[in-house]
């Protein structure tokens, strides 16, 4: 990691998201996980457990890749995005962008990650709104499902997404919903 940079502020991911022809209705619902993501770190028992300025950047370009894709019909910006942001020197923050679709190598049981934070917090956002695991889910099979096969996958991701909830939530010195409430 020596040849990482340091993490950019949030005016430097604004404009990363701007160089990037990031959409309107993209950038909105980055600017709502992070919200949801900053309320949930700022709510940990121990706030030291997670680098915060990491969760910030994090979330605000988890979706950097999102406008490209959507205009190629590729539906892995995750994957991309994190190739973006490698190739920056951002390797951290590729590392968690690349596991805000599908959480790979989760730990319910280690120590809360930067990349649980934001992977949640994505899932509890459909465009600018908050809203519950199942909305998501739902919104998410509706509009990127394109046989059985997605619909199942996304489906069998809800259960990952519950059981991180449970981990995030026994890490919190207040109730998810409390947190994230007002946002």
């Known amino acids: 990691m020596e040849n990482e940079k340091k993490i950019p502020d949030e005016k430097e991911c604004l404009l990363l998201l701007r160089q990037y022809d990031v959409l309107p209705n993209i950038l909105e619902h980055?600017?709502?996980v992070k919200l949801v993501s900053l309320a949930l770190a700022d709510n940990l028992i121990d706030t030291s457990m997670i680098n915060r300025d990491l969760v910030l950047a994090s979330a605000l370009l988890h979706d950097i890749a999102k406008t490209q894709c959507l205009k190629r019909r590729d539906l892995h910006h995750d994957y991309i995005g994190?190739?973006?942001?490698r190739d920056m020197g951002y390797i951290r923050i590729a590392e968690i962008v690349e596991s805000h679709v599908i959480m790979k190598d989760f730990n319910p049981t280690g120590r809360i990650e930067e990349r649980e934070i934001v992977h949640y917090s994505d899932k509890r956002v459909m465009h600018d709104r908050i809203v519950t695991i199942d909305e998501?889910?739902?919104d998410l099979i509706n509009r990127y499902s394109r046989n059985h096969i997605d619909e199942e996958f996304?489906?069998?991701?809800?259960?990952?997404?519950l059981t991180m909830e449970k981990k995030i939530q026994s890490h919190l010195s207040i109730g998810i919903d409390e947190a994230i409430s007002g946002i």
């Open 82 to 85: 994190g190739k973006i942001l």
């Open 30 to 32: 980055s600017e709502k």
């Open 136 to 138: 998501r889910i739902d």
């Open 154 to 161: 996304i489906r069998k991701n809800r259960q990952a997404i």
